[in-house]
């Protein structure tokens, strides 16, 4: 499949959101697992749609323009720096003053009108190369493998180890590549690529510490260039740093091209094509998350109206457990009531508190102990009972009545010795006071 028609694909694919949001209800884990399994294997399947020759090649030039040119850079201008000679009387090489200055694009071939004058390190390194290759305007990025290379070789005081070893890398790798020859990039050109730039960083006798930098990253290419033809991605880390490296290489292709170098022509174009490649992979991760965070969001209110329904539902079934068991205690409590009535002699206070009853919420009564207190408040009930179907419901504690109140139905509730068997709770008063609800409701009864 073509560059062309990949990015051709990944658009198609990526107005198909829908495809991100048709999941089944499942939990928060399933979720989570199945997100990170489709954003996997979406990035693991597009770069399997490139050929595994483009592939290696897009990986070496990285390495060339983002690993060896910086080593490279700071090499060549630790050498060059100290001696601004003004010809090269070692090697009787040429020295280019096309190069410097901007004489080829303001005077041409008028090398009478050129200026000869050599400002700093930079220009001089100019001298030594061709014009097109001397578009630099530093030893940095503008300042790309080729011209460095070509500082190397054409540099008498450099070593001639390094000088073969800049030929080589040259030869076998940097002009390969940016000739876009994609099939020569084989796995054997791949690894032996990996092996000529190792021996070039070794040869520089750089400090420890920035060689094993450098060997580190060289490193890390070559695992991550087996991850991308492999279609293996360990997290986006990969596909994200293979978009920013590419783009880099997008730019510095923009920079050196002309309109009449049809190879960096070339070059430029196939890395703009990986970068749109790289653009729709982030797009596709743009909408898959955002696909995701929706579900994750309905998810959330789903969890949380289930989790509220089965709260609500198991304190009901509490409730209904509480009551039930409250009833046959309470039924237990009444026919015990029944039996001690039949010995209830009645007398004239009876219907005195029965009137009262009849216009108020509660009655208090209040007497001295053995006087028939109990029976009169029982018999009392079991009339209310009887008559009026009055819901009787003997309490223990003053927190029994707020528990059993109902506001739709019609109770009794009967509590002996509201603050105190034989002597005065103060806890008993002091809740009773500070409850709302008995002010509200108990305290509107008569003594």
């Known amino acids: 499949m073509s560059l062309s028609m990949l990015i051709h694909k990944l658009s198609q694919v990526s107005k198909s959101k829908t495809l991100f949001y048709k999941f089944p209800r499942r939990s928060s884990s399933f979720i989570v697992l199945l997100k990170k399994n489709t954003v996997l294997l979406l990035f693991a399947a597009i770069p399997n749609a490139l050929d595994d020759n483009i592939k290696r090649w897009l990986v070496v030039g990285i390495c060339l323009h983002s690993v060896i040119s910086p080593a490279l850079r700071k090499y060549t201008d630790t050498q060059i720096h100290p001696g601004h000679l003004q010809k090269d009387p070692q090697t009787g090489i040429f020295l280019n003053y096309e190069a410097v200055n901007n004489n080829k694009a303001n005077y041409g071939r008028n090398t009478a009108q050129y200026d000869y004058t050599i400002k700093d390190a930079v220009d001089l390194s100019k001298l030594f190369l061709q014009s097109h290759m001397a578009h630099y305007t530093g030893f940095d990025e503008t300042c790309d493998s080729s011209a460095l290379l070509g500082l190397i070789l054409k540099i008498a005081k450099f070593d001639p180890i390094i000088k073969s070893d800049a030929d080589d890398v040259r030869t076998i790798i940097r002009n390969p590549w940016a000739h876009c020859n994609f099939t ?81 022509k070339r070059l430029k174009k196939e890395l703009i094509k990986f970068e749109i490649i790289f653009n729709q992979m982030a797009e596709l991760e743009r909408d898959m998350e955002k696909g995701f965070s929706e579900v994750d969001k309905k998810l959330l209110t789903q969890d949380k109206t289930l989790k509220n329904t089965v709260h609500k539902s198991v304190k009901e079934l509490e409730e209904d457990v509480n009551k039930c068991a409250c009833r046959d205690f309470h039924n237990a409590d009444i026919e015990r009531l029944k039996d001690q009535d039949e010995m209830f002699v009645e007398t004239p206070v009876v219907n005195r508190i029965s009137q009262i009853l009849e216009s108020k919420q509660s009655v208090l009564l209040v007497g001295e102990p053995g006087i028939g207190k109990s029976m009169l408040m029982h018999h009392l009930v079991l009339q209310l009972h009887n008559k009026n179907a009055y819901s009787i419901i003997p309490c223990s504690e003053i927190k029994d009545i707020q528990y059993h109140f109902r506001k739709d139905m019609r109770q009794m509730f009967v509590l002996d010795d509201i603050c105190g068997r034989f002597t005065v709770s103060l806890s008993d008063i002091e809740y009773f006071q500070k409850r709302g609800f008995f002010k509200t409701n108990v305290g509107k009864g008569e003594e």
């Open 184 to 264: 020569a990039w084989d796995a054997a050109k791949f690894s032996d690529s990996f092996q000529l730039m190792k021996k070039l960083v070794k040869d520089l006798k750089l400090s420890l510490n920035e060689e094993k930098l450098i060997f580190d990253e060289l490193e890390k290419w070559e695992i991550n260039g087996q991850r991308f033809l492999s279609g293996t991605i360990h997290g986006l880390k990969l596909v994200n740093e293979l978009r920013r490296e590419t783009h880099a290489l997008a730019n510095y292709a923009t920079l050196v091209a002309t309109e009449t170098d049809d190879d960096l």
